[in-house]
């Protein structure tokens, strides 16, 4: 069983995958220092609920960086969790753009079985965009964002 401790299972066999950004999601304009990673109780909580549960970075926050620098960026808790990051593509902040992005990297990937994707932008998806969460800009991560994605990742949080 593995734990947000443990090693990432390669990608081609996880079934579940977190799409996540970190600008309103993991961090917030609130917060002291903008910069840092403070809403990230609520993901380790999920990763510990579903074990299997894989992250993909979304964030722009992949631009210029490979896997390593991403992983940087966050506690080493989740860090060992992130599996990649999706493509970027011209007009990715346009309308829709980050769920194509998600979607091609779902294209590349069919092993995936179940995925949300956790966000503070509505206008990068589609509207009704079944699967994504959506955080507050100003707020970050909450027990709502995390309640929301336990049902649509198909599990149930574990104390």
């Known amino acids: 069983m593995e734990t947000p401790n443990s090693a990432a299972a390669p990608v081609h066999a996880l079934t579940r995958v977190l799409f996540l ?18 809403h990230c109780d609520g993901l380790l909580a999920l ?3 579903i074990p ?14 490979n896997l390593a620098g991403i992983r940087r960026l966050l506690p080493p808790s989740i860090a060992r969790r992130v ?4 493509p970027l ?22 092993a995936v079985e179940r995925y949300a994707a956790v966000d503070d ?14 955080t507050h800009p100003l707020i970050g ?16 949080l574990r104390s």
């Open 121 to 134: 932008e509505a206008h990068l998806y589609a509207r009704g965009c079944s699967w994504l969460v959506l």
């Open 141 to 156: 991560w909450s027990e709502d964002t995390s309640e929301s994605l336990l049902v649509l990742l198909g599990s149930a």
């Open 52 to 65: 299997e549960l894989g992250v993909v970075v979304t964030s722009s926050h992949r631009e210029g960086r």
């Open 83 to 86: 599996i990649g990051s999706t």
């Open 47 to 49: 990763l510990r609920a």
């Open 21 to 38: 950004d970190f600008d309103g999601v993991l961090q917030t304009p609130a917060l002291d220092d903008w910069e840092d990673m403070a």
């Open 89 to 110: 593509t011209p007009g990715c902040r346009a309308h829709g753009g980050r769920q194509a992005e998600i979607e091609a990297w779902l294209a590349a990937h069919p």
